[in-house]
């Protein structure tokens, strides 16, 4: 499988302050990476789909102003959460495809006080 | 959309004996089935998928069955074991790993 890594693993903010998620993918360059939300023993949600040279594309209902993607090289998705809020404290993960199986990032933890 | 409905949301068993996770899903168009396994604070892990031109799949102590009729697929561990002891979601997709619809999970318990 692929070999995802993401970066922090838990971070805690200032309201009002944006915090930066990357993405890396380690062993082969991934077109298209996926970022997905998941609150305490809830499911997992996907937000966009990010895609390598051009605009991410975000479902609907989340703020793409919000949560800002960006997919530079082919080995790097990065997620911003602008002016974080405490109810965006969650879980976010990142993941690749590859051979048509998605694999996982580590994820993120992030708590906005 | 899709929809995926999973079964129960909780399961405790003794070790040894068997779990089984039920899912159920809305679109008939659906085609590739995976389950991932999730332990606290960790990303979630593909245990085990299937496609619709096949029936059943298994994998040592994991199995997992397709009903396409009925639009629902099973998990199927035995043998369980404390490391068992996850959530475990299940997904459905129509056109591949790009829109694949997860259940809500299953935490398993498995006790010693």
């Known amino acids: 499988g692929a070999v995802v890594s993401q970066h922090p693993s838990w971070v805690i903010c200032k309201s009002g302050t944006s915090v930066k998620i990357e993405c890396r993918s380690l062993?082969?360059?991934?077109?298209?990476m996926f970022w997905y939300r998941q609150f305490p023993k809830q499911s997992l949600m996907l937000m966009a789909t990010?895609?390598?040279?051009?605009?991410?594309?975000?479902e609907q209902g989340v703020e793409k102003d919000k949560f800002l993607i960006n997919h530079a090289s082919l080995t790097l998705s990065t997620l911003t959460v602008t002016s974080a809020h405490p109810e965006d404290s969650s879980f976010y993960i990142c993941?690749?495809?590859?051979?048509?199986?998605?694999?996982f990032g580590s994820g993120t933890q992030l708590s906005v006080l | 959309g899709e929809n995926v409905e999973q079964h129960p949301s909780t399961l405790s068993v003794q070790e040894g004996d068997s779990a089984v996770i039920k899912c159920t899903y809305s679109d008939s168009a659906s085609n590739y089935f995976p389950w991932y396994k999730q332990e606290l604070g960790k990303r979630p892990q593909l245990i085990i998928d299937?496609?619709?031109?096949?029936g059943e799949k298994k994998d040592q102590r994991i199995a997992v069955t397709l009903n396409k009729t009925a639009k629902h697929f099973s998990l199927h561990i035995t043998e369980t074991q404390p490391e068992d002891s996850a959530v475990y979601f299940c997904a459905a997709s129509k056109s591949g790993y790009s829109t694949l619809t997860f259940g809500k999970g299953t935490m398993l318990l498995v006790s010693p």
């Open positions: 062993d082969f360059q991934a077109t298209t």
């Open positions: 990010s895609n390598e040279g051009s605009k991410a594309t975000y």
């Open positions: 299937i496609r619709s031109n096949v």
């Open positions: 993941s690749v495809a590859t051979n048509e199986k998605l694999f």
